[in-house]
T-cell receptor, first 113, second 116 residues
């Protein structure tokens, strides 16, 4: 499983509250990604990181921010959660060059009421 | 940017039959094509991949073919078993040294059901 963990694994929160999801990897891989998965939409990229303090937007970045202050941790923050952000969130890493094979974490199921 | 179309969205087969899932991509520069299997409630897991310098790759009952001219690639599962039931995702990317060549673009997935 490429040493990837996500926390929390499940979370229920209310509209308007801030939420932070954590992705942790143990093998010092440079590239990390956050996806959301919704029925009928597959996996959509939210943000990615190509190094400490180096991040960029994916295709569905509105309403999300990320931070990477150390190699092993990539945080996804919903500043003010909305019901449309109810989803399953997956973190992924690439062990090689960008665009290469990605390995996914176990996922976080987030429900925004 | 890259666009990946995947068909069919659902596929039901009898145990022992073959299953084929097809994907097309838009960016002729794409050079890496992985396939992921996702069981219910689990993470997507890589099952096979192919690079643009190869036309076909096999791993036991699973094979992937690539037609770069037509920009499509397919997953073939032979002798299907109930444990093959899952959602399958194709993806395409430009494997490179950096810049914008960072991401996989995924198809929307195919729900495969293998009936005993």
């Amino acid at each position: 499983d490429a040493g990837i963990t996500q926390s929390p694994r499940h979370k229920v929160t209310e509209t308007g509250t801030p939420v932070t999801l954590r992705c942790h990897q143990t093998e010092n891989h440079r590239y990390m990604y956050w996806y959301r998965q919704d029925p009928g939409h597959g996996l959509r990229l939210i943000h990615y990181s190509y190094g400490v303090k180096d991040t960029d937007k994916g295709e569905v970045s509105d309403g999300y921010s990320v931070s990477r202050s150390k190699t092993e941790d990539f945080l996804l923050t919903l500043e003010s959660a909305t019901s449309s952000q109810t989803s399953v969130y997956f973190c992924a890493i690439t062990t090689g060059l960008p665009g290469d094979t990605q390995y996914f974490g176990p996922g976080t199921r987030l429900t925004v009421l | 940017g890259e666009n990946v179309e995947q068909h069919p969205s659902t596929l039901s087969v009898q145990e022992g039959d073959s299953a084929v899932i097809k994907c097309t991509y838009s960016d002729s520069a794409s050079n890496y094509f992985p396939w992921y299997k996702q069981e219910l409630g689990k993470r997507p897991q890589l099952i096979i991949d192919i690079r643009s310098n190869v036309g076909e790759k096999k791993d036991q009952r699973i094979a992937v073919t690539l037609n770069k001219t037509a920009k499509h690639f397919s997953l073939h599962i032979t002798e299907t078993q109930p444990e093959d039931s899952a959602v399958y995702f194709c993806a395409a990317s430009i494997k490179g040294s950096g810049g914008s060549n960072y991401k996989l673009t995924f198809g929307k997935g195919t729900l495969l059901t293998v009936n005993p």
